[in-house]
T-cell receptor, first 114, second 109 residues
Framework: NAGVTQTPKFQVLKTGQSMTLQCAQDMNHNSMYWYRQDPGMGLRLIYYSASEGTTDKGEVPNGYNVSRLNKREFSLRLESAAPSQTSVYFC?????????????FGSGTRLTVV | SQQGEEDPQALSIQEGENATMNCSYKTSINNLQWYRQNSGRGLVHLILIRSNEREKHSGRLRVTLDTSKKSSSLLITASRAADTASYFCATGGGNKLTFGTGTQLKVEL
């Protein structure tokens, strides 16, 4: 099983450029999440999707948009990248929204905005 | 804002020794989870302990939870070089997990 697959693994953007980070899971999980990880800050939740067709803001949603394309796929879009969005982005999924379930993480996208 | 805070921030031990790391949190929780992150990789779920449990074991891992002190500890027994990683606690309350900043564990040969 692939688990959670993220693409691309690395990306360099110029300030103002846009891009979409892709995430797909093959575990038939209902809920999916996007986190960013910065040194000394731990992981912070950007957006999440409780189930297909729903999305909600997390702790740091400004500058991002998401799309839950279907049950498998959850994409994160940066419309106009800023240097403050330089980070490592992780997608995760879980069986259901309630936190009684462990999360399965992808291997991350390392994004640099110059 | 982080709910869980791990202590220590960094820990270096010899192979075969036990490693203990702690997590403190501020508000009531439904459960607490521990994750491992190897360098350059995603997080891997290790163990979940519910708020009505006090201790849980999984292989060489032992987790305790003291809800009165709002704290948890993760013990890794007989550590191996492969245990070198960052370890994060995550507190579950409601509909999302909130992660701490992690403990960096280095196990030396």
């Amino acid at each position: 099983n692939a688990g959670v697959t993220q693409t691309p693994k690395f990306q360099v953007l110029k300030t103002g450029q846009s891009m979409t980070l892709q995430c797909a899971q093959d575990m038939n999980h209902n809920s999916m999440y996007w986190y960013r990880q910065d040194p000394g800050m731990g992981l912070r939740l950007i957006y999440y999707s409780a189930s297909e067709g729903t999305t909600d803001k997390g702790e740091v949603p400004n500058g991002y948009n998401v799309s839950r394309l279907n049950k498998r796929e959850f994409s994160l879009r940066l419309e106009s990248a800023a240097p403050s969005q330089t980070s490592v982005y992780f997608c995760a999924s879980s069986e259901a929204l309630w936190t009684d379930y462990g999360y399965t993480f992808g291997s991350g996208t390392r994004l640099t905005v110059v | 804002s982080q709910q869980g805070e791990e202590d220590p921030q960094a820990l270096s031990i010899q192979e075969g020794e036990n490693a203990t790391m702690n997590c403190s949190y501020k508000t009531s929780i439904n459960n607490l989870q521990w994750y491992r992150q190897n360098s350059g990789r995603g997080l891997v779920h290790l163990i979940l302990i519910r708020s009505n449990e006090r201790e849980k074991h999984s292989g060489r891992l032992r987790v305790t939870l003291d809800t009165s002190k709002k704290s948890s500890s993760l013990l890794i027994t007989a550590s191996r070089a492969a245990d070198t990683a960052s370890y994060f606690c995550a507190t579950g309350g409601g509909n999302k997990l909130t992660f701490g900043t992690g403990t960096q564990l280095k196990v030396e040969l």
